[in-house]
């Protein structure tokens, strides 16, 4: 059975260097945070669960209900928020929270979905602390103009709306 190694390295510089350094390793993955391998080794543990969206995540695909968004991205090597040519930092919640919902804009994720995404475990109901992280990208996505914003799913979750 082939192993897996996983790296974790903060910054791209580093990631170059764990990626020159694992070079001979059979199979690898390198992440940026512990947050993002945790949340890779879910998705091996649970082949039926949603999927959060890349860490990378460009919106380049339309709502469902809606047009597409591309002047909206999450450059994750940076942690950086961007709209058109505005860029504000996030939060490593904030990041994880955005790359969720802008990698799938207009599809509503569950409180127990993004719970498993962004915090690495399961939803126990109490919602505040989603609900402060969400208000805090609100904000952001005002300072920095985005017309997209996050629509609450009364009861469900929530969903990246193009307007």
Not at 43 to 54: D, H, I, Q
Not at 78 to 104: F, I, M, N, S
Request: aromatic share 4%; charged share 20%.
């Amino acid at each position: 059975m082939p192993s897996l190694v996983i790296g974790i390295a903060a910054s791209a510089a580093e990631r170059r260097q764990l990626t020159q350094l694992l070079g001979g390793t059979e199979t690898f993955l390198i992440v940026s945070s512990a947050h993002q391998a945790r949340r890779f080794l879910d998705l091996l543990r649970a082949p039926g669960a949603a999927r959060p969206a890349p860490a990378r995540a460009p919106v380049d695909e339309p709502p469902p209900a809606g047009g597409p968004v591309p002047e909206l991205a999450v450059d994750s090597d940076r942690r950086v928020l961007r709209w058109r040519e505005r860029e504000v930092g996030l939060t490593p919640l904030e990041h994880d929270l955005l790359v969720c919902l802008a990698g799938t804009p207009g599809q509503v994720w569950t409180y127990a979905q993004l719970h498993r995404a962004v915090w690495g475990n399961d939803h126990l109901g109490r919602g505040s602390d989603m609900h402060s992280v969400v208000r805090r990208v609100r904000r952001k996505l005002g300072r920095v103009g985005a017309a997209p914003t996050i629509h609450a799913v009364r009861g469900i979750g929530f969903r990246l709306a193009s307007s």
